[in-house]
């Protein structure tokens, strides 16, 4: 298989606090994790591309210093959110991609339901 | 142009019948295509991808794909209340690259 544990499925955070977002895959190593930001009733936009032992590759209109990546070990990538406003509260999901397995290669977490008061 | 575009529906269908959820993109180089089904409030979870031409089946669901076209398209056969869900379509252009998705079909399956 190829799981991906997201922690924590939900945090409610003060204006101006960070947040931090862990995202593991159990059973594989993952060099590469997404991760993605879904507001309701929209899509998923995919706001990075982490790469484990470099920086982190940002989607166009993301800021890199309010949302920060690492992939510090091949099975572990975090996001920060610093200093959070409520225009940032959404359902953030990571995703990694599993070696050599075409197609099914690619799991989600669970995602993070993040809420910014 | 978005580079992966589906209608939003919503759309209906009776139980028992089939659904047809269609998705196009704009991007010749894509390699490898995804279709997931999203339940309000839980993460994506994969229901087939496929990467050559034709169609590919598995159990009650079927992906065609049409490079030639830029056309890719799930069908639910036998549709069941529990296929009542957002289905997403997603591309990528070569392995180990990210995954765009489309804006998502969302499908009421009717009792």
């Known amino acids: 298989g190829a799981v991906v544990s997201q922690h924590p499925s939900w945090v409610i955070c003060k204006s101006g606090t960070s947040v931090k977002i862990e995202c593991r895959s159990l059973?594989?190593?993952?060099?590469?994790m997404f991760w993605y930001r879904q507001f309701p009733k929209q899509s998923l936009m995919l706001m990075a591309t982490?790469?484990?032992?470099?920086?982190?590759?940002?989607e166009q209109g993301v800021e890199k210093d309010k949302f920060l990546i690492n992939h510090a070990s091949l099975t572990l990538s975090t996001l920060t959110v610093t200093s959070a406003h409520p225009e940032d509260s959404s359902f953030y999901i990571c995703?990694?991609?599993?070696?050599?397995?075409?197609?099914?290669?690619?799991?989600f977490g669970s995602g993070t339901r993040l809420t910014v008061v | 142009q978005k580079e992966v575009e589906q209608n939003s529906g919503p759309l209906s269908v009776p139980e028992g019948a089939i659904a047809s959820l269609n998705c196009t993109y704009s991007d010749r180089g894509s390699q490898s295509f995804f279709w997931y089904r999203q339940y309000s409030g839980k993460s994506p979870e994969l229901i087939m991808f496929?990467?050559?031409?034709g169609d590919k089946e598995d159990g009650r669901f079927t992906a065609q794909l049409n490079k030639a076209s830029q056309y890719v398209s799930l069908l639910i056969r036998d549709s069941q209340p529990s296929d009542s869900a957002t289905y997403l379509c997603a591309v990528n252009m070569f392995e180990r690259a990210k995954l765009t998705f489309g804006s998502g079909t969302q499908l009421t399956v009717l009792p």
């Open positions: 995703s990694a991609r599993k070696p050599g397995v075409r197609g099914y290669g690619y799991t």
């Open positions: 059973d594989f190593q993952a060099t590469t």
């Open positions: 982490s790469n484990e032992g470099s920086k982190a590759t940002y």
């Open positions: 496929i990467y050559s031409n």
